[in-house]
């Protein structure tokens, strides 16, 4: 049972999408990945966030890019926590997308990450599902663990060769 879902409207969204899942598959969180256009198969996308809940999802994390619609939508059917990962996109910088996803109406919230962030997706879900779940919890702290001790060796690696030959 997959208690994240990744969605996207495009296999276009996959190299951002894919550090979600990576991410998710690193702390060991079951997941689902498909890709559904809310606007080319409206049936299948209803479909799709109608029986989430049902399938044990606890967190979408929905890619979209221009117009954005695919994690709003979402958020308006699901009724647990959205997560949308705005696409950068060739005309706007992915400008378009952000504020399509951020800009959401009154009652209808979708926790917004940066531009491309699909790690940082990946990450909220886990803390959201962390809430309620201690093993996990350790896991992500372990987690940050890792990110701190990786600053600390660059910075000993620079200290001991200098900027030029960093």
Do not use: W
């Not at 940082?120 to 890792?146: C, P, R």
Request: charged share 20%; aromatic share 6%.
């Amino acid at each position: 049972m997959a208690l994240v879902s990744i969605v996207m409207g495009s296999d276009s969204d996959m190299p951002v999408m894919k550090k979600a899942a990576d991410v998710l598959e690193e702390l060991g969180i079951s997941f689902e990945m498909r890709i559904i256009s809310a606007h080319r198969e409206p049936d299948i996308f209803f479909e799709y966030a109608k029986t989430a809940e049902e399938r044990g999802v606890k967190v979408i994390i929905a890619g979209a890019g221009m117009a954005a619609h695919l994690p709003g939508m979402c958020a308006a059917i699901f009724p647990m926590p959205v997560i949308g990962i705005p696409m950068h996109t060739t005309s706007l910088g992915g400008r378009d997308s952000l504020y399509s996803i951020v800009q959401m109406p009154s009652g209808i919230p979708v926790a917004t990450v940066a531009i491309n962030g699909g790690a940082n997706a990946g990450l909220l879900a886990a803390k959201i599902l962390a809430t309620s779940d201690a093993g996990l919890l350790d896991k992500l702290k372990a987690y940050s663990e890792k990110m701190k001790k990786a600053v600390e060796e660059k910075d000993a690696r620079l200290a001991e060769v200098g900027y030029k030959e960093y």
